[in-house]
């Protein structure tokens, strides 16, 4: 691991290509999170180890994750529609995981900065040494994203914004790194209209990681999930609310059965 000084004589981590912008005391319980989550994922066979899988995210057929990457196909689609003939951006991914939405934009020319608290080689930042392109990657404190360099022509909180303690109020935060006329992505908003059987449902599985791996499933405090009164917050902070059309069966089905998640994505331009 790499030790860099700044011009203000702070100093800084640098570890296979990712930039650790952290404070010792955020450093240590961070560190502790992530690489048990690691081993958690490993040992359910969620951690994928084959480094020729990466280039090809999210275009990827059968396994266990199939739907996921379905969703993430319809994120992808929705971004190269919005940042048409725009040209050259500086786009922030926030919560980019291993790197397939940063390598996406990436090739389309874009110049990216890759955020994450997950810093593993496969399941983290770190796996960008897996892709024939590279960006910036960093592993910070998603919560407070104002010592980043804005400002930025393009944000996407990827599909995380369910997982803040207060997702409206810092998606708000987030509006203060966008440059004049820019971009402001909000994808994977899933919001349930009838919330009681979802979180039952995240009640259960944080008990089950309590019980069976002694561990804390959120970093931070969270609900874990959207419902109709975040929907309607966001929309009266700004934000426009648009329905996957790839996924208009889902949606139809969301409204028989109020119970499955209504599949949106967000966008607020400054």
């Not at 690691?38 to 090809?56: C, M, N, T, V, Y």
């Not at 725009?86 to 389309?108: F, K």
Request: glycine share 8%; charged share 25%.
């Amino acid at each position: 691991m790499d030790r860099l000084t700044c011009a203000h004589g702070h100093t800084f981590q640098h570890e296979d290509g990712v930039l650790i912008l952290l404070s010792q005391e955020m450093y240590t319980p961070l560190r502790a999170f992530t690489e048990r989550l690691s081993a958690i994922r490993q040992a359910e066979g969620r951690r994928q180890l084959d480094p020729k899988w990466f280039p090809s995210l999210p275009y990827v057929e059968g396994g266990r994750d199939q739907h996921e990457w379905r969703l993430r196909r319809a994120d992808l689609a929705v971004l190269v529609r919005l940042l048409r003939g725009r040209g050259r951006l500086r786009v922030l991914d926030v919560g980019a995981w291993n790197g397939w939405l940063s390598y996406q934009m990436t090739r389309r020319g874009h110049n990216v900065t890759a955020v994450d608290y997950m810093t593993d080689e496969y399941d983290g930042l770190r796996a960008q040494k897996f892709y024939p392109v590279g960006w910036r990657a960093i592993q910070m404190d998603l919560a407070n994203l104002l010592p980043l360099e804005p400002p930025f022509d393009c944000i996407v909180v990827n599909r995380c914004l369910p997982f803040f303690p207060k997702p409206i109020q810092w998606a708000g935060h987030v509006k203060e790194l966008l440059a004049p006329g820019g971009l402001l992505v909000l994808t994977g908003l899933q919001f349930f209209v009838d919330p009681r059987e979802k979180a039952r449902a995240v009640r259960e599985t944080q008990q089950f990681y309590r019980d069976n791996h002694q561990f804390e499933l959120f970093f931070r405090p969270t609900k874990g999930y959207l419902d109709g009164h975040d929907r309607r917050e966001l929309r009266h902070t700004g934000f426009q609310l648009h329905s996957y059309p790839q996924l208009w069966a889902a949606n139809l089905k969301a409204l028989v059965w109020r119970q499955l998640p209504f599949h949106m994505y967000g966008i607020w331009r400054s």
